[in-house]
């Protein structure tokens, strides 16, 4: 399945807005200039990890540099290099198309899953990835199996699932989020920096509203209002599940520390700004979420049935306002340093 990760959770809590995405930048560069030690290097390398195809990749990438050439000030500058990672079936044609012409730094593409080795050992000195790292390396095989105590019978995702489906999700991220530290603890460099920037919940808050569940279990009820009117048939829908889990700050800091590799410089919740309700909203809703997970329905249903599902979705969105002043949403911001 082929899942365009980064873009529909952008849409998804309104990253997008300025206000937002400049705190994060800020944070970001922050960190870079901070802690991050240059000293008698003469090159940097710096990973992006899930970068997508959009324009937001080249602009994070270059406010890195550009705090990395701040530290330097009067020092002559490292040679840069930039590897752009992502899944294989990224369309890295379009990104390098789109680099910068004048750009500071070498860059290069690295295909693979984040969740494996990627890089020689003790050769990244800035690993970023925002966006990308709530997504699963796979659905936890236990929500599919009807014999199961966690199967997720009528559903595609865990949000307003039983404490068996939302235990199997956790349990799945927990072992992705370990391989992810274990793998970046091999190819950075002692006192190098992992920055994340990754939707995810408050502490405290039920993952039932959480609003990218809700999203997701109102994309759900679409489905399985399709199926009632026998226009699909029910076992598309008990084998469908979208393989992304929402962690709280907690969880987060528990696996780091479990971990036992990195050192947590700074960790925090920054707030999701409401978008007003309206119609335009819900669509834009709708778009970000069917160009995400559209890859899990193709194969599945014919492509009017696709179309009729996402067309049910956004109608179904302006009906739920609740997610338009939400709690239940926050972009979890962490700096990492390798011990």
């Given amino acids: 399945m082929i899942y365009k990760r980064t873009y529909v959770i952008r849409i998804c809590f309104r990253v997008i807005q300025k206000s937002l995405s400049d705190v994060a930048m800020s944070l970001i560069c922050e960190a870079v200039a901070e802690k991050l030690v240059v000293k008698n290097l003469v090159s940097i390398r710096i990973a992006d990890l899930g970068c997508s195809t959009g324009p937001n990749t080249f602009t994070v990438i270059e406010n890195i540099i550009n705090s990395v050439q701040i530290k330097y000030d009067t020092l002559t500058p490292p ?3 930039v590897f752009f990672n992502d899944h294989a079936s990224n369309d890295f044609n379009t990104l390098f198309k789109t680099l910068p012409t004048n750009k500071p730094y070498f860059a290069a593409g690295v ?9 020689p050992r003790a050769s990244i000195h800035v690993i970023h990835s925002s966006f990308a790292l709530h997504w699963l390396s796979q659905v936890p095989k236990e929500v599919l199996e009807k014999s199961s105590l966690a199967w997720n019978k009528g559903r595609v995702h865990y949000g307003g699932a039983n404490e068996e489906v939302i235990t199997a999700f956790r349990q799945q991220y927990v072992k992705d989020m370990d391989r ?30 959480c609003i990218g569940n809700v999203l997701f279990e109102v994309l759900g009820s679409c489905l399985l209002a399709m199926v009632k009117q026998g226009k699909i048939d029910e076992e598309i829908l008990e084998s469908t599940n979208i393989p992304i889990y929402y962690a709280s700050p907690k969880e987060l800091e528990e696996i780091v520390d479990e971990n036992g590799c990195f050192t947590i410089e700074r960790m925090e919740g920054l707030a ?37 599902l996402f067309e049910s979705y956004a109608k179904r969105l302006q009906q739920v306002p609740s997610m338009y002043s939400s709690g239940g949403a926050a972009i979890l911001y962490s700096v990492l340093r390798r011990n």
């Fill in 272 to 308: 999701h700004i409401p978008e007003a309700e309206t119609s335009h909203a819900a669509k834009r809703l709708a778009m970000g979420i069917r160009v995400g997970v559209e890859g899990v329905f193709k194969g599945r249903l014919q492509d009017e049935m696709i179309d009729e």
């Fill in 79 to 81: 040679d840069l290099q």
């Fill in 111 to 119: 295909p693979g899953s984040f969740y494996g080795r990627l890089f």
């Fill in 180 to 209: 992810f530290l274990k793998c970046r603890a091999e190819e950075v460099v002692s006192g190098g920096l992992v920055v994340v920037l990754v939707p995810g919940r408050p502490d405290g808050v039920p993952h039932s509203e």
